[in-house]
């Protein structure tokens, strides 16, 4: 008898070889095609912004990873409701230069009705279950209040 479960990212149904695999290697039960698109997207993105993603997914909601957004790449797009999360490293808060930009991309972010979260990478290395229960709590509220 085959087992099936489900694909984290595009929930298509992947056998229980596959999601061996994937938990083994990935850290995720993630379909083939979706191990490929994560290979690609590593190139761009850290472990701290897969591993949020993966959270949030985990808890039911469907973000985009790594999504450009006209102007620049955003690490996690909520569509609805207007939400960027932005998961920063040491880099962000030592350099003069990293925190303008910071500054300048939340400015058109909010331009565009976008409201910016930075989370530090330490609080998803640490505090991954408490932070995404922040999260969860935020996406719910501003989706309520706002759309
Ligand atoms: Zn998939």
Known sequence: MRIYMRCLNCHNSIDGNVYVYS???YGYNICMRCQRWLDSQMEFTTP???NLYFALKNRGFEPDMEKFDGHKHVDIVFERPKLH???DGIQHNQSTRQALSDLKRTFYSMQ???LTIRIPNILV???LTETV???VELILERYYKHM
């Open 48 to 50: 701290e912004v897969v």
């Open 133 to 135: 229960n922040y999260l």
């Open 125 to 127: 290395r640490n505090e």
């Open 23 to 25: 938990r083994e290697n």
């Open 85 to 87: 999360i932005e998961v």
């Open 112 to 114: 565009g009705g976008f």
